[in-house]
Each structure stands twice: as structure tokens, then as C-alpha cells.
């Protein structure tokens, strides 16, 4: 039920970049007191000048309101989009006092009013912040409820500019004190929905080091790339600019985040800039309704004490891993790192400082690694509904959900309307979440049927890019329709899965005769019978192949092979996760840990070696340093290495086998994972003659030890 009936929706003029409005009231007693409030973009509520939530960038990112997607670039869509704005309840009883009170809203773009950053083509939702609230106030004698009506005031705040790609630029030295009448705004064509999802907060403090001056300008390193602000002092003008990387003179490098087609409005580099202007007396500054990606900064002008705040989705990292094996660290290390930076708005991004979109394509594959290692069961729950909220009538999922634009394919970025779910009920043992998605994961898989000529996935919507892999170290060589052909056989399989857990045992017929029909056309189409490779071979597109079902032991054997042979990975994002999966669920282990064991040109030591703390958008180098989507594969240190793995048909960790890699000396490791059923624990000892294998685990999961 909407909480907001008979409310009205109130903000500023346009031309306001961040309006505060103000409501007195009175109250006599108070029982209890609950403030139920959105916004858009952001908001922050306060009542008698004290927050009501430490949560930050409310509400979470949504497809708020219709608008013309024919702006967007790459806007292969042909239907509508179901809308929602999310509301909150705050208990605000102990903010209040017997007497005058006063609440306020301070509004934020977000990515409703992003009008600067033009790659992706026109993201804004529209040009003018608003907000509603109601205060119910439970009282000795009834209830009492004050609607947002028209009657508040707003005005400026220091905040002169402010956008989630550009920065912040708050000025203190102007009149702020001018108090005008709001204007009520027309009411939203949409869904204002109670929230759901995760949202952002500050995590933790770093003391950044200062290691040089260039140019009148003081260079800081956090020591790891991170997503947050930094607070600094001062009480003149003082300027500073973010980047991921500096250059050998230590100024700071952009190329990470300003790359030729990150272009804007104002035709200005897409360079992280905060501006603080005081007005002559001493005050603490930080950015407030912007973050920024980085591990390095440059601060211009008189300054004291700079301090970093980190900020990311409050998802608690639920797993813990330590080894003697450096790339093993490092994976896991970099992985973690670079999968909270990605957290935001309840949304996976494929980079916190480019884009900040939740593309499917890398959300999907990283999803079920996230799931194993953090706490994300409410994050995932609400983005599942944003991939869902924007599929077409005609069943195209989207490349990013919310949809914001972006590039992408109908195999590894619309899948995320099967494989999302799938992972989360295998992680959370939850079938109601099948149970939501099955009708969206039907309509995608017609899609994919009208999009096939002879049985393979040939093409995707108008403007479409229609991708296979992406991102491998030489020019992708594999096939798309290879690529999309294999994800609709595995779609089909688990889809085969899921219909039998909520009773469609009717369907399964229809996929597995799809499912025939698009293997034979594969093999008919992309196997050499004389090499025994699919798709040439190349970039591991054999993997594909043996991850979907159609191949198997003899092909995998292969794989290990050639991969033993080259130590380094020449896949794409998409095949980098799959072939670890194959190779560690055909028993070589062992090559995956040689793998990550290499220091060469597209190996994870390479990032390494090159300064990495976070996981690279390409293992070259090239464009964004803070891309999870290669790290997908750091589920196999859990499954793989310590082999705790589901027994098939199963899910939720009630019924697992350990199966601990054996085969590969030298080795002391531990890790654990957090379950629904409790926590499950492995260590393992290679380093004597006979290998030693220690479990610890809850007594209500059946487990055998291998």
C-alpha cells in the first residue's frame, strides 16, 4: 500500500542545484513518530537538524519516471519500462520534541537529473528535484499526520553544481538565506513502492599519504582504489581532482575515466572534481550527494587534515580466505575490493567512475560470486526486480537495469533475467524467486526463438551491438552467434531445472526440444570433427561448448592442455569465468591455480605487478582499472580449491560435498563461506607427503568429504 496518499509532490525552480525545504510543526506528546519520505534524485532528511539514517544517495537508483528512451545510445528497446520510485520509513520519535520542530529535505540530482555525461546518450528522467513525505505521529490522544502540501518553504544551499560523473562545487561565500514557497510539482505517472535493496553508507576511514607536489598541486595515495569523498578543512578555495592512476612525474593520470568518448554537455574531460569555496571562516568540507572512484587525489589551495571516507552498499563481507599462494591472495584481495566498489544504489556497476551502470552483462557473471561472498541477499532481491522492471514487451532484457543505455548482446547480458535468479535460489534455497521471474524468463526465451535463424542466435533489436565475448586480450575472433547459441542451451538447462522446483514439469518438454535443436545447429555449424574444437578454438571457445552441455571430458582435456601450455588468459570476460568453471569442475585444479600463479601479459599477477589493487576492464591495461566482471571466477578458491560445492539438486547449502583439490603440492589454505544454514569451513594442508583436510560446518547440513 502507497503510505504517501494524499501527499503532494513539492521541490524548487529548476534552476536550484540542490533545494533544502523546511516544514515547521508543533506537537504536544508524542507516543511514537515515523517519517515516511522519497525523493529524486537524493534526499536527506533531517528532523531538528539530526539525520534520521546514516544511509547515503537515498532513495536507491530506479527507473523513476517514463521518458523518451529513443535519447538513449544503444537503445535497443521496443516496449515500456515499469517505473518505481522507492520510499522509506524512519522511527523519528526520539528527534523530536514537545514543541516547535522542524524537518528538512535537502535534494540531490542523482541520476534523475544527470544532464552533463552524454556516452550513453540523454540519461536524465527529468529537470527539476521534488520530494514528498508524511509524519505520523502517534499521540495520547489519536494520531495525528502531516502531508507534504505546499505549505513548506525552501532554499538555496551551497551546493552550486553537482553531478554523479563531473563532481561537486559548494560555495559558501553566497546569500543562502532567502526562504521562497514551494512549488507543487504535477504528480508521478508511477509505482511508489516501500524500498527494498541495500543501500550506501560510509564503511570505513583511511588517513591518505601525501607523496608529492606537481605543479602547486599536493598528490595523495589512499593505498587502494576505492569508491567514497574526502573531507578536508579550509577557509578559502580549495580544489580537488580524483583519478584511479598517476604518471611517472606522480601528477595524476584521467585516462581511466576521461577516455575520448566519455563525452559531456559542456564538452569538458570527464575528470572527478570537487570545489570548495568558503567564506573566510574555517569549515569541513566533503562532496555530498556525488562519490568518486580512485586511489590517488591532488588537492590545490590551503587545506588541513584530509580524511577519506569510504562508501559502498552496506553488503558485510561474509567469507574469509587466506593461503601461501600470492595470485590465490591477490584474487581474492582484488576481487572483493573491486566488487564493493561496484555496489551502489543497490545496482552492480561494470566500473564506479566511467559508466556506474548496472550492465547485465557484467552483473550476471559476477552475480553468483558475490552471493557466495557477500551479504547480498536484499541487494540482489532488488536489482532482480530492476532487470525485470525493464524487459520489453517483446522479451529483450536490457543491457543495464535500471536502463541507462550501454552495449551489450542478447547471450551474456540478456541471460541476467536467468542466470541472476537461478544464482540466488541456488545460494539462498529460495524458489520464490523463480517463482517472480519464470513468466520474464519464458517471454526472454521467445525472444531469443525470433531472433534465431537455423537454430542459432543470429541478431538482437535495432542499434543493437548484438555481442558475443568482449573484452579479450587480442581482438575477439569467436563467432557472436557461437557465443549467444551456447547461453541459450544453458538458459534452457537451467530453465528445465527451475520449471521442475515450482511445478512446470509441463514446460520441460518444449526446452528440451529447443535445447536439441540449438545444440545440433552448434556442432553443425561451429565443431571441426578433424581438430575436435568449436568456433576455431581460440580464446577459449571450446569452454563455451563444455559449460553449456554439448561437450564434455575430451573437450575439457583439451582446455587444460592448452591452457597449461600458455600460462595466461587470452579470453574474454564472459569465457575467463567459464573456463575456470570447466577446468575446476573436470578436475583441473590445477591448471587454474597455474594460472594464477603467472605473472604474464593476461594474468591476474600482472595487474599485480603493475600496481593493481583493484580488478582491470581489460588484463592489457587499457581504460578502466576498477571492472569486477574478470574477477567472476574467484567463486572456484571456494568451489574449485577448497571444493565446497552443492550436491546437484540441491540448493541453500543444506546437502554439500568437500572435495578439496588434492593434486597440487605445497599448499596451506583456509577459507569460509557464510550460508543460509550456517557457516562452512575448509582448510587444507598439501605441504607434508599425505594431504590434510580439516571441515567445520553446522550439524544441520549433510555433508560428505572427498
Known sequence: MNKLNNCVWIGATKKVVSPIISRQFNIDTIKKATLVVTGVGYFEAKINDQAVTDYKYLPVVSDYEPRDLTLCAHKNTSGTTTNRIYYYNFDITKLLTVGENTLTIQLGNGFYRQEERKAEGNLSFGDTLKCIYKIIIETENGTIELCSDGSETYRDSAIRFSNM??????????????????????????ALCKAIGTPDKVIRTITPKKIASVNGRDIYDVGENITGVVTIKTDSTTTLRFAENINDDMSLNFTS???????????????????????????????????????????????SEPLVK????????????????????????????????????????DCPQRERLGYTGDGQLVAPTAMMMLDTQDFYKKWIRDILDCQDIDGHVRHTAPFMGGGGGPGGWGSAVVIVPYAYYKQYGDTSIIEQCYDNMKLWISY??????????????????????WASLEKMEIPEPYVNSCYFVKDLLLLEEMAILIGKDDDIPYYSDLRATTQKAIVDTYFDAETGHFAGGGQGADAFAVWCGIAGKD????????????????TGFLCTDILCEVLCNYGYTDVFLSLLGSEKLGTFLYMKRHGATTIWEYFIGKCSHNHPMFGACTRQLFQGVLGIKQRKGTAGYSDIIIDPVKTVSGLNISGSINTPNGVISVSLDTTSEKPIISVDAPNNIKIEII
Open 310 to 349: 569510504v562508501i559502498h552498499a552496506d553488503t558485510p563481507v561474509t567469507c574469509t580466505f587466506t593461503s601461501n599462494h600470492e595470485g590465490m591472495n591477490f584474487l581474492y584481495d582484488a576481487f572483493i575490493r573491486t566488487q564493493l566498489d561496484n555496489m551502489h544504489g543497490s545496482i552492480p556497476s
Open 165 to 190: 560523473y563531473l563532481g561537486e562545487l559548494v560555495d559558501y561565500s553566497v546569500n543562502l538565506q532567502e526562504e521562497m514557497p514551494v512549488n507543487i510539482m504535477p504528480d508521478v505517472n508511477t
Open 448 to 469: 531469443l526463438i525470433a531472433h534465431s535463424e537455423n537454430g542459432l542466435v543470429t541478431s538482437e533489436d535495432k542499434d543493437g551491438w548484438c555481442l558475443g565475448d
Open 257 to 303: 575515466c576521461s577516455a575520448s568518448y566519455c563525452t559531456t554537455k559542456s564538452s569538458e574531460l570527464q575528470i572527478m572534481t570537487d570545489t570548495f569555496i568558503s567564506d573566510g571562516t574555517p569549515r569541513t568540507f566533503e562532496a555530498k550527494f556525488i562519490f568518486h572512484a580512485f586511489r590517488y587525489f591532488d588537492v590545490y589551495g590551503e587545506y
Open 555 to 570: 573437450t575439457a582435456k583439451k582446455l587444460a592442455q592448452k591452457y597449461s601450455d600458455m600460462g595466461y588468459f587470452d
